[in-house]
């Protein structure tokens, strides 16, 4: 069973940065296409970037340009490094498999305030 574990996020100022991480278990995350969702409370999880095994990122229009996943296989390690924040990017980051999330982690909170 693979499990995530989100962390980096924090409290960042509108057009600040910051880069979350997720470290995942299991030998089979090498293979797994992995994505960054958000939630806010009272919303649907929300697909937010993915990047499959041979590192093809696709992202939502409204983090283009703004955020960019990579993948670390041998550390079976994803992240998202997100510059440009806006408070609209507050929310709880999530790291899963891309289709089909398996169980999911306690996220890590983002929140872009003065």
């Known amino acids: 069973q693979v499990q995530f574990v989100e962390s980096g996020g924090g409290l960042v100022q509108p057009g600040g940065s910051l880069r979350l991480s997720c470290a995942a278990s299991?030998?089979?995350?090498?293979?797994?296409?992995m994505a960054w969702y958000r939630q806010v409370p009272g919303k649907q999880r929300e697909l937010v970037a993915s990047?499959?095994?041979?590192?093809?990122?696709t992202y939502q229009d409204y983090v283009k340009g703004r955020f960019t996943i990579s993948r670390d296989n041998a550390k079976n390690t994803i992240y998202l490094q997100m510059n440009n924040l806006e408070p609209e990017d507050t929310a709880v980051y999530y790291c899963?498999?891309?289709?089909?999330?398996?169980?999911w982690g306690q996220g890590t909170q983002v929140t872009v305030s003065s």
């Open positions: 899963n498999r891309h289709p089909g999330p398996l169980n």
């Open positions: 299991g030998s089979i995350f090498r293979l797994l296409v």
């Open positions: 990047i499959t095994a041979g590192n093809t990122r």
